[in-house]
């Protein structure tokens, strides 16, 4: 069964780091271009970073840029996302994310994907 799986979350002051992972079981990840979400309470689920599956092009949002990091491990099978500097309005759960199909092109809209993972909660304390 093909399944996604984040960690990494937790509680952290702000102006720190986390690093949250995305394993993934039952597939390649490195054939697929995919994508980090979060959702904070009371808010739709939002763009947060994506990797083209060759790992030569990234997008960040712009409320993240400069401070998140999107990278993957092809050995480890694995997605990474480094949140540095982090702020309160950070605090949500983030989830990964995977097309159905492989090989294809850079997206930011949480209807391009079609397999998600559980969640990690990330909370911001100020």
């Known amino acids: 069964q093909v399944q996604l799986v984040e960690s990494g979350g937790g509680l952290v002051q702000a102006g720190g780091s986390l690093r949250l992972a995305c394993d993934a079981f039952?597939?390649?990840?490195?054939?697929?271009?995919m994508g980090w979400f979060r959702q904070a309470p009371g808010k739709e689920r939002e763009f947060v970073a994506a990797?083209?599956?060759?790992?030569?092009?990234?997008l960040y949002a712009d409320s993240v840029k400069g401070r998140f990091t999107i990278s993957r491990d092809k050995d480890k099978n694995t997605m990474y996302l480094q949140m540095n500097s982090l702020k309160f309005e950070d605090t949500a759960v983030y989830y990964c994310?995977?097309?159905?199909?492989?090989?294809?092109?850079?997206?930011?809209?949480?209807?391009?994907?079609?397999?998600w993972g559980q969640g990690t909660q990330v909370t911001v304390s100020s």
């Open positions: 994310a995977m097309p159905r199909r492989s090989w294809g092109p850079i997206m930011t809209a949480s209807n391009d994907y079609d397999y």
């Open positions: 039952g597939l390649t990840l490195s054939r697929y271009s």
């Open positions: 990797i083209y599956w060759t790992g030569s092009n990234t």
